[in-house]
């Protein structure tokens, strides 16, 4: 069975934008490509694409479409990503799933990972982040999307679509 997890996916324009805000990374830090950038709404684990969509095709149903924008980057341990500003978002992930999570829902689109006992590869980042921000989009689509493991690290594939509906 696949892994499978629910995402919005940033429009072409907003990913060259954190791309170009990013120039040429590098500093010992695990970038992730532009085309895995994706903002979590709630993971699955393995699961049945038919039956997850199902059951998400249902959850989603009337919801509407939401203001994204990417900001600011922060960290968790281990991991560099930008902030994620919307305040229908979180209502969004917890009808995705995100509220069967032991841990709160915390909107974020993953940057770079880096060795948690390194905090500081981190830190040139945050600040140099820290007056991003993209521009908001109107997320009018819910993504279920696959994860496979391959060689250089995993492989996103969106399985089903979900239109959420116009504000």
Known sequence: MP????????????????????GEPGDGLRWEPPERWHVTLA???????????AWL???????ASVDVRLEKAATFPGVLWLTVAGSE??????????DAE???YT?????????????GLAARWTEELAGFTSR????????????EREPGGPRYRVARVFELDGA
């Open 3 to 22: 892994v499978l997890f629910s995402a919005l996916v940033p429009p072409d324009d907003v990913v060259e934008q954190v791309a170009a805000a990013l």
């Open 43 to 53: 993971y699955y684990g393995p699961d049945d694409v038919e039956t997850r969509a």
């Open 57 to 63: 095709a249902d959850r989603l149903t009337g919801r």
């Open 89 to 98: 978002l979180t209502p969004l992930a917890h009808a995705a799933g995100a």
């Open 102 to 104: 032991a841990r709160p």
């Open 107 to 119: 909107a974020h689109l993953t940057l770079a990972r880096f060795p948690r006992e390194e905090p």
């Open 136 to 147: 908001s989009w109107r997320a009018a689509e819910v993504a279920l999307m696959t994860s």
